[in-house]
């Protein structure tokens, strides 16, 4: 059955305004997205949203499914950053921390009755910010049998990185102790009842540790010991006798298996051979049942993103999807109890998120809204997934962006973007805003190039590890990804930029400076130039939080420790501070002075060094940005400032 013979459009939320210029193409493609969180109570009835208020900013709008209007129930002057159900009546939310003040935990009726505040607002400051949990993360479950509580972590326990769970009325306040935290565990899993069932340590040496108990009134017992800290172990569904694991210890690349908790014994469900079903954190898209909790399904990114159903009726049902909605990809995002109504998202390298209902009893499918509405997906250039060999054999995958009137074989200017983390991973699709920095230079003739770099997540252990302590291998693979673009074509060698965010700036500044002849330009954004220096940051931010920071171990371990002989060395060599002189390209730096990632003072010690070396540079610092680009006249100054570095090194 295609869903295209019973289609049913209602149109009942485009008459919001666009708030906003609409004079300018690149402000257009740059503009927030106006609606997502597209969220079905769990009795199917009513449908949660974010959308826009007249300040700009995104409430949450309630609509009744058998109405035909949304009503705004929060009017808060921000934005609202996240929302739960908790049960047919209440919602949960809190607003943006963007801005390091979180401005509490609330709780809500769907017709806008009833707000209180839950957790009171916190105000974090740059010194402070290593202090705690973020306020969402503190949100640790819904109690299926209890429909006047969740759970989530409790920051003021002894020791905040090993929290203790409590209860929270969410219509009175009310904490209730739930779960007592022995005093190692970082995290837990728990059953469908709310029992605790898996805890999970994390050493400073990167040892990681996984307990299991068999109910609430046994003992927990040691069930694995990982000492490298690439391994991956995450519980998404615990039953009385087995449970469903995605981890990376048994095979190259995480897989779902199930466990059997009498024998101890693993059996694979599912496995890419290519491609993580999760990151090295353990970080997951799994989908459940609201009414049992029971796992249904698991989405991940592969060269696109893929879902794998464990029953054939949604499997079925996703085929139907893929069959109506070709040009997309088609994600189950919010499911009612009685797995009758789903909300999809879709998307694709041009569309940004357009979310329908759909509606199986009888089969139906109601459009509901395009995130962002103005964006015509047909204007847009297209992104293609690409592969590669570097220099030592490895494969490179990445992403290949080409300019809306292009012709194979053409050579056109060729902008190259490496990405943040470096632990993270480039992906498909429009999504985010950082998806519009790939966009806006194709919509000005520039080919993008994204290179997932080795130690870029998602491609398994051996892709992960192979950067360890390899920063200079992991920046040829990105000047390798461009020497292939200009091998097969696509690039004008004399024709090429650099530009990248915090790893990727840092990127950015080794490409001008190890290989000065090959960039005309680059734009580097909280970049870091001094790798000692940030590494041995990490240590300052211990001493704001009061308690250790990671960061300085992670780092340490994966890239370079500053405190040996050996490894300082390598980082010396391989900061791109150390080799200001050799620039020759145009360099723009973005960087927010309340950055808690990559410190101000690294691009402070770059400004000074190029002035010092008689570098012509452009230089923007905002103090109302942290490690982000997020307020819109920030993005719009930069973007107009790369636009005029990709018109004056374009052809």
């Known amino acids: 059955m295609c869903f295209k013979k019973s289609l049913c459009l209602i149109l009942f939320l485009t008459t919001f305004p666009i708030w906003g210029s609409a004079n300018i193409a690149d402000e257009l493609l740059i503009q927030k997205r106006q609606f997502s969180g597209f969220r079905l109570s769990p009795d199917g009835t009513h449908l949660a949203f974010l959308g826009p208020v007249q300040e700009g900013y995104r409430n949450i709008y309630v609509l009744n499914l058998d109405g035909k209007g949304a009503k705004l129930i929060t009017g808060e002057k921000a934005n609202v950053s996240g929302f739960l159900w908790v049960n047919n009546e209440r919602i949960v939310f809190t607003i943006d921390g963007s801005n390091r003040v979180y401005n509490g935990l609330y709780a809500i009726n769907r017709d806008g009755t009833g707000k209180r505040v839950l957790i009171e607002p916190v105000s974090i400051s740059r010194e402070s910010a290593f202090s705690g949990i973020g306020l969402w993360q503190r949100v640790y479950s819904r109690l299926r049998k209890d429909r006047d509580h969740i759970l989530i972590y409790d920051e003021n326990s002894r020791r905040r990185k090993f929290p203790d769970l409590v209860k929270l009325d969410v219509y009175t306040g009310r904490t209730y102790r739930h779960f007592k935290n022995r005093g190692d565990f970082r995290s837990y899993t728990s059953d469908v009842n709310g029992v605790v069932r898996f805890g999970y340590t994390f050493e400073e040496d990167g040892t990681s540790e996984v307990f299991y108990r068999a109910d609430g009134d046994h003992e927990f017992e040691r069930l694995h010991t990982f000492k490298e800290d690439h391994t991956s172990y995450s519980v998404v ?189 480039d992906v498909w699709g429009f999504r985010s805003y950082l998806d519009t920095m790939r966009i806006l230079p194709a919509l000005h003739g520039w080919a993008v190039l994204e290179v997932n770099f080795r130690g870029s997540t998602g491609y398994g252990k051996d892709h992960l590890t192979a950067s360890y302590k390899n920063a200079d291998r992991m920046n040829h693979d990105v000047e390798d990804g461009v020497l292939w673009a200009v091998d097969q074509g696509y690039a004008d060698k004399d024709h090429l930029g650099i530009m990248g965010a915090s790893w990727g700036g840092y990127a950015t500044m080794w490409g001008v400076t190890m290989t000065p002849d090959l960039y005309r330009f680059g734009v580097n954004i909280f970049g870091v130039v001094d790798m000692p220096k940030q590494i041995n940051w990490y240590r300052l931010r211990t001493k704001w939080s009061g308690m250790r920071d990671e960061g300085y171990e992670v780092w340490g371990r994966r890239i370079g420790n500053p405190d040996i002989k050996e490894d ?29 990632n990559v410190d101000i003072a690294q691009s402070r010690l770059l400004r000074s060094e190029l002035d010092r070396a008689g570098i012509e540079f452009h230089w923007i610092s905002k103090a109302n940005e942290h490690h982000s680009i997020q307020n819109d006249s920030n993005r719009l100054e930069l973007y107009n400032e790369i636009v005029k570095l990709l018109n004056k090194h374009g052809k």
């Open 568 to 596: 300082l060395a390598k980082l010396e060599d391989w900061s791109p501070i150390n080799s200001i002189d050799r620039i020759k390209a145009d360099l723009l730096i973005y960087h927010g002075t309340q950055d808690v």
């Open 237 to 425: 569904d615990v039953r009385e006798n087995s449970a469903y694991v995605l981890t990376n210890h048994l095979d190259n690349t995480a897989s779902l298996y199930k466990l059997d908790l009498q024998s101890r014994q693993y059996e694979k469900v599912y496995s890419d051979p290519v491609y993580d079903m999760s990151d090295f954190t353990g970080g997951v898209n799994t989908i459940s049942s609201r009414k049992s909790g029971r796992l249904l399904g698991i989405s991940y990114e592969g060269a696109k993103p893929k879902t794998m159903w464990l029953y054939p009726q949604l499997e079925a049902l996703q085929a139907q999807l893929d069959e109506a909605y070709p040009e997309t990809v088609n994600q189950i995002i919010s499911i009612d109890n009685s797995m009758t109504n789903f909300v999809v998202a879709s998307f694709s390298d041009r569309q940004p998120y357009i979310y329908r209902l759909l509606k199986t009893n009888p089969l139906s499918v109601v459009e509901l809204q395009s995130s962002k509405p103005w964006i015509d997906p047909d204007s847009l250039p297209g992104t293609r997934p690409v592969s590669f060999n570097a220099r030592d054999g490895m494969k490179i995958h990445g992403y290949l962006t080409l300019p809306m009137d292009y012709t194979e074989g053409e050579r056109v200017p060729m902008l190259v973007m490496p990405h943040g983390g470096p632990w993270a991973r």
